[in-house]
């Protein structure tokens, strides 16, 4: 046992992230947001959402709010609907697979049997030569003859007989009805969200959580490995299906079963949006398909590549059994103020009001500054930038890394899309840039997940007063801010004002003068979107029409609103002490002491 102890006890990291910023190791306060984390605490048990809510209202960890309350008492009866309908969605999901397996099996045998019937027939051979002699002459048949019409005929009249024989796709049983929750900065909507994700562990199986910047990079990662897959050319015989390689018939006779299976999954690609949902919500072990509750965290419609996304996604989800909680600043009719592909907008609004009640969170409090106010702040936000401020910021850097070991080396980082980062400094889960390092080169949100992902503290220096002169930049700062905060990560600033006058503009212009305000990284993330499908060769022309990327100076306003609330809620106590219990490197560090912990409890017990 004592071996057991040493090794939970020896170099915890929890330990060193406290000394290194000074935190008592006796006070320790549930974060604001992030006390119930998504998918990283085990349940034991934990309580619905207004019963963790009153909890914290009865420490004095919050302040009552009668919308709050509203909220946590929908996803109470929201999450007592639940374990009846995780039973039926079981029960669904049992005989979908039962279906899916049953038609293939048909469809296969009737593709035999109509592959028979055609060898079996006196002119096989010489149909397949005229089939041959028509492909050459093809340029000379009536334009008004469609390509491929014979295939398609054939596919639906097989699909036809398919519904008859096996009998139409399980219907999955009706959803209890999602919430899509709406307020101001601050209002507690992420936090009532997370209480929600956390109580739902040991009751659904199929369970995401998503911030709306890593379920676009999802997304266009998913479309990009499944265009891709589809436009590679591979040699007719390894494309052949084992099973078709199988059969007792000749060369010709499976070359035409590998054309109709091809064409089965032509037919399928062409509609990729569902596919790429399917693969969205699979389990890691790929064994289960779907999630039962997706909960999405500010969900935005910043270009048309979004509103079309988010649509079919979205309606795929729904349709087939998905319960949606998601969080956003506007109602989802509020969404498309530039008025962007308004068809698709109504689909998407119309789906959302179909399958969620829509809950405002009406309090004008920022209570991420509220909680700041009335909290002792450890100041990791140093300005300005002069003697006294670096002096400090080094001693904080030369602290941190000093604690987790003190060897700072140059490493490269793994981006989405099979990007890498270079990191100039870093120290075991420490690392240091300069603002125009991660703010003023064509980066975007797969890089700055990546720096949260891998390190619990990020230390940034030189940071400006952000101004029009500089508006890509500052657009880059919030989006890096959105991923240290999702993932919880520690941020220690070297600015040139204080937070509240980070985004005030300066003598060149503020940052909200445009009627119409474009900002150039959604641009650069269209343009990423471009490239990796170019990179997949998809389309006749290459590249596909540019998405553009049209934001209002009142939806910038809430960027920067929430920018600025969350810069105040990372320097107080209820956020630094949440580090080390939620922040991706040290869940790594807990699960590999949990694996050594039983692999000795196993060596103790055969002993």
């Known amino acids: 046992m004592r071996r057991i102890w040493n090794l939970l006890s020896h170099n915890n990291p929890n330990k060193l992230f406290q000394s290194a910023f000074s935190i008592p190791t006796n006070f320790h306060v549930t974060p604001f947001r992030s006390y119930c984390d998504p998918s990283r605490i085990p349940n034991q048990n934990r309580p619905g959402p207004i019963v963790q809510y009153k909890n914290l209202v009865d420490q004095g960890k919050l302040q009552h709010d009668s919308y709050q309350e509203s909220v946590a008492t929908e996803l109470q009866n929201l999450l007592a609907r639940l374990e009846n309908y995780e039973r039926e969605m079981e029960e669904y999901h049992v005989n979908l697979s039962n279906w899916e397996k049953n038609r293939e099996n048909e469809r296969q045998r009737i593709l035999i049997e109509e592959v028979e019937k055609q060898q079996n027939e006196e002119d096989w051979w010489k149909r397949l030569n005229n089939k041959i002699t028509e492909r050459w002459t093809a340029g ?67 369970r995401r959580r998503y911030h709306f910047h890593e379920a676009m990079l999802r997304i266009n990662e998913h479309m990009h490995k499944i265009w891709k897959k589809q436009m590679e050319e591979k040699p007719l ?43 969205f919500f699979l389990d890691r072990d790929g064994d289960k398909k779907g999630a039962s509750i997706l909960c999405f965290d500010e969900i935005q419609t910043v270009d048309v590549f979004a509103i079309v996304a988010l649509s079919g996604i979205l309606s795929r989800l729904l349709s087939s059994g998905t319960i949606i909680v998601a969080t956003s600043n506007r109602a989802p009719k509020d969404l498309n103020e530039a008025g962007m592909v308004p068809e698709i907008f ?73 990007r890498t980062l270079e990191v100039p400094e870093s120290c075991e889960g420490v690392a240091r840039f300069t603002f125009d390092y991660l703010c003023g080169r064509p980066l975007g949100a797969a890089d700055y997940i990546a720096v949260a992902d891998n390190y619990h503290t990020v230390f940034i220096s030189d940071i400006p007063v952000m101004s029009m002169r500089i508006r890509d930049k500052a657009r880059r700062f919030i989006t890096l801010i959105d991923e240290l905060y999702n993932h919880h990560s520690c941020l220690c600033c070297l600015a040139s004002s204080s937070i509240d006058e980070l985004f005030q503009g300066t003598e060149e212009g503020t940052l909200f003068d445009l009627e119409s305000f474009q900002f150039e990284t959604e641009a650069e993330g269209s343009k990423l979107r471009r490239d990796v499908l170019a990179e997949g060769n998809v389309g006749s022309g290459g590249t596909p029409v540019g998405i553009t990327s049209i934001l209002s100076g009142q939806e910038e306003m809430f960027t920067f609103q929430r920018a600025v609330s969350r810069l105040i809620e990372m320097q107080t106590p209820l956020y630094l002490d949440g580090v080390s219990d939620f922040h991706p490197y040290f869940q790594r560090h807990h699960e590999k002491n949990q694996i050594n912990c039983d692999s000795l409890l196993s060596e103790s017990s055969s002993i």
Not at 152 to 166: I, P, Q
Not at 253 to 272: P, S
Not at 349 to 366: A, F, N, R, T, Y
Not at 399 to 405: E, H, L, S
Request: charged content about 25%.
């Open 346 to 418: 109504q689909t998407l609004v119309s789906k959302l009001e179909e399958h969620c009640d829509k809950v405002l969170v009406g309090s004008e409090i920022d209570y991420r500054r509220f909680i700041a106010q009335r909290s002792v702040n450890r100041e990791n936000y140093l300005w300005p930038i002069e003697r006294e401020a670096i002096n400090e910021f080094e001693k904080k850097w030369l602290n941190a890394t000093g604690r987790f070991g003190g060897k700072i080396i140059s490493t490269t980082i793994s981006v989405m899309f099979g």
């Open 140 to 206: 000379k048949r009536p334009g008004n003859v469609e390509s491929g019409v014979g295939k398609w005929v054939s596919y639906l009249k097989r699909e036809k007989k398919l519904d008859s024989l096996v009998g139409r796709r399980p219907t999955a049983p009706p959803a209890p009805r999602g919430l899509y929750i709406y307020g101001n900065v601050g209002s507690g909507k992420t936090m009532l969200m997370d209480m929600f994700y956390s109580a739902t562990e040991g009751i659904v199986k199929h």
């Open 237 to 279: 015989q390894s494309g052949i299906a084992g099973w078709i390689m199988n059969l007792p018939f000749d060369t010709k006779a499976k070359e035409w079963l590998a054309a109709e299976e091809k064409y089965k999954q032509e037919v399928q690609m062409k509609n990729i949006l569902p596919a790429v949902a399917d693969k």
